[in-house]
């Protein structure tokens, strides 16, 4: 694929009530399936309620995933923190890297934790509080 095509979106947003581990599994089973599919990869984090995700692929498959993703009424509150070209894929190893909140470190929870709360006052500032460097930690393929 050329450079110039791929496209990233990074978003978080919050569960609609309490999220089942069933419906985790479902939503997380479904997006490897379709995405793998798509050409698309990614990242999701799913800790204290709270969904980050990262999305890379074709632009118009990740923009139309987007927008059903947008739809799903299992989340709310959807704060873009990234959206554009990408150079070159963080997560090509996997159509949906999934990281279990008991995987996380104690150092990745309380950024998470300070992420959300960055990006609840100015979400257009989620750059400036280390996104790319909170990301980059998850690249390299951990299990789930
Ligand atoms: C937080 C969250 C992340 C999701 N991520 C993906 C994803 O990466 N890929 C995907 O196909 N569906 C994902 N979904 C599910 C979609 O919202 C939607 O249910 C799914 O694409 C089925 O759409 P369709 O049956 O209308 O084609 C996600 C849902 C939620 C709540």
């Known amino acids: 694929m050329q450079s110039g095509s791929l496209y990233r979106v990074v978003y978080m947003s919050t569960a609609v009530g309490v999220l089942r581990a069933e419906e985790l599994d479902r939503i997380y089973l479904r997006a490897k399936s379709a995405n793998a599919g798509a050409g698309v990869t990614g990242l999701m984090l799913f800790y204290e309620g709270v969904f980050l995700q990262v999305l890379e692929g074709p632009a118009a498959g990740v923009m139309s995933l987007m927008e059903k993703i947008r739809r799903d009424r299992r989340h709310s509150g959807i704060a873009v923190l990234e959206s554009g070209p990408a150079e070159s894929r963080a997560f090509e190893s ?9 995987n996380l470190s104690p150092g ?16 257009a500032m989620a750059g400036e509080h280390g996104l790319s460097d909170f990301l980059a930690a998850f690249a390299a393929v951990r299990p789930a």
């Open 94 to 102: 996997s159509p949906m890297h999934f990281v279990a909140a008991r």
């Open 108 to 123: 990745e929870k309380q950024a998470f934790s300070d992420l959300r709360k960055a990006v609840a006052v100015r979400p």
